[in-house]
């Protein structure tokens, strides 16, 4: 089994059992409060930026709000659809094709033109299928993805930046026997 599917069934689950604890009913605190410091830092006014293993989260919609191109991830299918109902959006189907010439599916949501997500497994995605990105928001990816997977994920995310690129990452240390229960570890 591939490192990035390790958990998948995992993740399946949890949104099926509706165990979804991470998901906010706001957009993230660290992430508002940041914005101006993020635009200074990336010396734009509008980002294209990409939010991995981004669930139903309302970051998506704040960052659209800001005039921001949104791009995430997310493996499970339902957690994009609860998005979209939740929030009344429209929604877009399309297959895009990445650079080794597997099948993505990407949706677009919403009627701006400015928000997508892909569906399915993060290491697919590669810097030609997302394009120039200029900040990337991780809520909690790092700490949700396997411990053995992190090296592997750092580098993805060093490959699709490009020079200039703003990384907001904020993650949570714990000890990993101690949280198995809940996927982490």
């Known amino acids: 089994m591939e490192a990035s599917q390790k958990g998948d069934d995992n993740w399946e689950k949890r949104w099926a059992e509706g165990r979804t604890g991470w998901h906010r009913p706001q957009p993230n605190r660290s992430l508002t409060q940041m914005h101006p410091r993020v635009l200074e830092a990336c010396g734009k006014e509008k980002l294209r930026t990409f939010v991995p293993l981004c669930g139903k989260s309302l970051d998506l919609l704040w960052l659209c709000d800001q005039g921001h191109h949104v791009t995430g991830v997310e493996l499970v299918s339902q957690a994009i659809d609860e998005f979209v109902a939740e929030n ?88 990993r026997e101690e949280f198995s229960e809940f996927g982490l570890g």
């Open 88 to 175: 009344e959006l429209t929604s877009s189907q399309s297959t895009v094709t990445n650079s080794a010439g597997d099948a993505l599916t990407l949706r677009t949501l919403g009627d701006t033109g400015r928000l997508s997500v892909y569906n399915g497994d993060l290491f697919k995605l590669d810097k030609d299928t997302l394009g120039p990105i200029d900040f990337i928001f991780d809520r909690g990816s790092f700490t949700a993805i396997d411990y053995e997977t992190r090296p592997r994920y750092a580098e993805f995310c060093a490959s699709i930046a490009q020079p200039g690129t703003c990384i907001l990452l904020e993650k949570l240390d714990y000890v």
